[in-house]
């Protein structure tokens, strides 16, 4: 299946949100970059433990190569106390020699077979003794490096060093100089060729690193030539993103198939789709694309380009962690994992509880509103001339909303808990906040008032025995439009004596503007202006 886009969308979102921004449009995650030797650097990898001289490192025995230089170790053991152990050097012309036998011609043998070899001669001579032989030291040996690191020359190492070996050793030179650390860049991992007598061995170092593949890792020899290709790590790159377990941008090589980019992602994670698996191609030199949509088993051999992109999709509502914040008076408050759509405000106060010190009452349920731009919008209402350019109720209701806050639902806490009201048991969603408020003694007066600030509960009092506990109005108030802002839903109430005040409420006294001499002079030639203009046309018209 195949989708023509205009990269051009892509860019716009990237500009718009980021690097954040992009990754939660398209569902991806963030990766590791290994697309040239510089990334193995930055990435902190060392790839071997270093020893002393490099003789008691692990060898593998099915893989080295004996050569003049090695050093070993034969005991022979017959039965009483006649030891015998001999230290023994691999000679210039490849022989392993002890006294009791003519020796062994060992260049070239892989050293299993050189140990079978010599165990078995021995014990032909000695049918009663226990043989051993130990490689005790490996021999010291030089290799060239060509091609994007031919800056290097030559690199002294032990015959027990691999590839991945020089590269660190290369690494260690490179980053104590700038100059030269600027070309790590430009060196490949996947391209790297060891050219040894009349054989060239290709290696894709990534492959190893990433997989373990060792045949992509072998045991240098004495005098073999390196050449490390260059490569651009600003394109011929494929990037891997999406529910892998490792995603990552890598270097690009020829003959790379879908199922190379996943294994070097360490596989498709527990939560990814694996039949939504898309391959984000461009066409040619331009920066449109399409999109291949692929199916794991089935599409794993599907050829690579350079520069692809992939995406593995999550499953749909794999594992989803959702949940929602209690705090304030209660009993336990914290996170709480829910089933959206199941998990009741209910089932969370049974859990979480709630102190002696708690107000049912004033207790909310705040969600939030995923709206983009919500909170842009609510400063541009809030900031609004509502007196210009609108008629009444379009200025009454941009009022209302900038007074309102539409995140709080609706919820009666007392009739939930104590009267098991079901009307009130709201089913929760991601994120919601439940605020178990405090018992509140008291209501705020703000505005013109002398004394703005807490003034004590008291149920027998209406606003205007809080406004005189704030001390009184003062000169400018505007008496006419004093509001009583509701604790439990933040709305605003036109101030009246038969409005019941509750602890928590916020009485509100605006103040009139104070307006300058020559704005009333002005304001008033306005009006006389327009009055003797009536009375022109009025006159007119008899």
């Given at each position: 299946m195949?989708?023509?886009?205009?990269?051009?969308?892509v860019?716009?979102?990237?500009y718009l949100?980021?690097?954040?921004?992009?990754?939660q449009v398209?569902?991806?995650?963030q990766f590791?970059?290994l697309?040239?030797?510089?990334?193995?650097?930055?990435?902190?990898?060392?790839g071997?433990?270093?020893?002393?001289?490099?003789?008691?490192?692990?060898?593998?025995?099915k893989e080295?190569l004996?050569d003049?230089?090695?050093?070993f170790?034969?005991?022979?053991?017959?039965?009483?106390p006649?030891?015998?152990?001999?230290?023994?050097?691999?000679?210039?012309?490849?022989?392993?020699?002890?006294?009791e036998?003519?020796?062994?011609y060992?260049r070239g043998?892989?050293l299993?077979?050189?140990?079978?070899?010599?165990i078995?001669?021995?014990?032909?001579?000695?049918?009663?003794?226990q043989?051993?032989?130990y490689l005790?030291?490996?021999?010291p040996?030089?290799?060239?490096?060509i091609?994007?690191?031919?800056?290097?020359?030559e690199?002294?190492?032990?015959?027990?060093?691999?590839?991945?070996d020089l590269m660190?050793?290369v690494l260690?030179?490179?980053?104590?100089?700038?100059a030269?650390?600027?070309?790590?860049?430009q060196?490949?991992?996947r391209?790297?060729?060891?050219?040894?007598?009349?054989?060239?061995?290709?290696c894709?170092?990534?492959?190893?690193?990433?997989?373990?593949?060792?045949?992509n890792?072998?045991y240098?020899?004495?005098n073999?030539?390196?050449y490390?290709?260059?490569?651009?790590?600003?394109?011929?790159?494929?990037?891997?993103q999406?529910?892998?377990n490792?995603?990552?941008?890598?270097e690009?090589k020829?003959?790379?198939?879908l199922?190379t980019?996943?294994d070097?992602?360490?596989?498709?994670s527990?939560?990814?789709?694996?039949?939504?698996?898309?391959?984000?191609?461009?066409?040619?030199?331009?920066?449109d694309?399409e999109?291949?949509?692929?199916?794991?088993?089935?599409?794993?051999?599907l050829?690579?380009q350079?520069?692809?992109?992939?995406?593995?999709r999550?499953?749909?509502?794999?594992?989803?962690?959702k949940?929602v914040?209690?705090?304030?008076?209660a009993?336990?408050?914290?996170l709480?994992?829910?089933?959206?759509?199941k998990t009741?405000?209910s089932?969370i106060?049974?859990?979480?509880?709630?102190?002696?010190?708690?107000?049912?009452?004033?207790?909310?349920?705040?969600r939030?509103?995923?709206?983009?731009?919500?909170?842009e919008?609510?400063?541009?209402?809030?900031?609004?001339?509502?007196?210009?350019?609108?008629d009444?109720?379009?200025?009454?209701?941009?009022?209302?909303t900038?007074?309102?806050?539409l995140?709080?639902?609706?919820?009666?806490?007392?009739k939930?808990?104590?009267?098991n009201?079901?009307t009130?048991?709201?089913?929760?969603?991601?994120?919601?906040?439940i605020?178990?408020?405090?018992?509140?003694?008291y209501?705020?007066?703000?505005?013109?008032?002398?004394?703005?600030?807490t003034v004590?509960?008291?149920p027998?009092w209406n606003?205007?025995?809080?406004i005189?506990?704030?001390?009184?109005f003062k000169?400018?108030?505007r008496?006419?439009r004093?509001?009583?802002?509701?604790?439990?839903?933040?709305?605003w109430?036109?101030?009246?004596?038969?409005?019941v005040v509750?602890?928590g409420?916020?009485i509100?006294?605006p103040?009139?503007?104070?307006?300058e001499?020559?704005?009333?002079f002005?304001?008033?030639?306005?009006?006389i202006?327009?009055?003797?203009?009536?009375?022109?046309v009025?006159?007119?018209?008899?």
């Amino acid at each position: 299946m195949k989708r023509a886009y205009s990269f051009l969308a892509v860019f716009i979102l990237y500009y718009l949100g980021g690097n954040e921004g992009l990754a939660q449009v398209l569902g991806t995650t963030q990766f590791s970059s290994l697309t040239s030797l510089r990334d193995l650097k930055s990435e902190g990898i060392t790839g071997f433990t270093r020893s002393a001289g490099g003789e008691y490192r692990p060898i593998d025995e099915k893989e080295y190569l004996i050569d003049s230089g090695d050093e070993f170790v034969i005991k022979i053991d017959p039965p009483g106390p006649d030891l015998k152990t001999y230290f023994s050097r691999v000679t210039s012309d490849g022989n392993l020699v002890i006294p009791e036998c003519q020796g062994w011609y060992l260049r070239g043998i892989k050293l299993f077979d050189a140990r079978m070899r010599v165990i078995n001669d021995l014990k032909k001579l000695f049918p009663e003794a226990q043989v051993e032989i130990y490689l005790e030291k490996v021999r010291p040996i030089n290799v060239s490096l060509i091609g994007a690191l031919q800056n290097f020359k030559e690199v002294n190492l032990n015959s027990a060093s691999c590839l991945f070996d020089l590269m660190n050793a290369v690494l260690a030179v490179y980053q104590s100089d700038s100059a030269l650390n600027l070309k790590l860049a430009q060196v490949s991992l996947r391209n790297i060729k060891i050219i040894r007598k009349n054989e060239t061995i290709n290696c894709d170092l990534l492959r190893f690193h990433l997989m373990g593949d060792v045949n992509n890792n072998p045991y240098l020899q004495n005098n073999d030539i390196i050449y490390v290709s260059f490569h651009d790590t600003n394109s011929n790159n494929i990037t891997v993103q999406g529910s892998v377990n490792n995603p990552l941008r890598f270097e690009f090589k020829p003959g790379d198939k879908l199922k190379t980019a996943i294994d070097f992602a360490a596989g498709v994670s527990q939560a990814g789709d694996s039949n939504r698996v898309e391959v984000y191609r461009f066409k040619g030199k331009s920066n449109d694309f399409e999109i291949l949509t692929c199916h794991i088993p089935a599409d794993t051999n599907l050829p690579l380009q350079p520069d692809d992109r992939i995406f593995v999709r999550r499953k749909a509502d794999y594992h989803l962690n959702k949940y929602v914040v209690i705090k304030g008076e209660a009993r336990y408050p914290g996170l709480y994992p829910i089933e959206e759509g199941k998990t009741r405000l209910s089932d969370i106060m049974k859990l979480a509880g709630y102190t002696s010190n708690a107000s049912l009452t004033h207790s909310r349920l705040y969600r939030i509103l995923n709206v983009p731009g919500a909170e842009e919008l609510y400063k541009i209402i809030r900031a609004m001339p509502f007196s210009m350019s609108l008629d009444w109720i379009e200025s009454n209701f941009w009022r209302s909303t900038a007074k309102e806050n539409l995140n709080i639902i609706l919820v009666d806490f007392e009739k939930l808990i104590k009267n098991n009201d079901a009307t009130q048991d709201v089913v929760l969603n991601n994120n919601d906040i439940i605020v178990i408020a405090s018992k509140k003694h008291y209501v705020y007066v703000t505005g013109s008032v002398r004394k703005p600030g807490t003034v004590l509960y008291n149920p027998d009092w209406n606003y205007l025995d809080y406004i005189q506990g704030a001390g009184g109005f003062k000169e400018r108030a505007r008496k006419s439009r004093i509001k009583i802002i509701k604790h439990n839903t933040e709305t605003w109430l036109d101030a009246d004596k038969e409005l019941v005040v509750e602890p928590g409420d916020r009485i509100f006294v605006p103040q009139r503007d104070q307006k300058e001499p020559f704005d009333i002079f002005y304001q008033s030639l306005t009006i006389i202006t327009q009055i003797i203009t009536i009375i022109l046309v009025l006159r007119n018209i008899r």
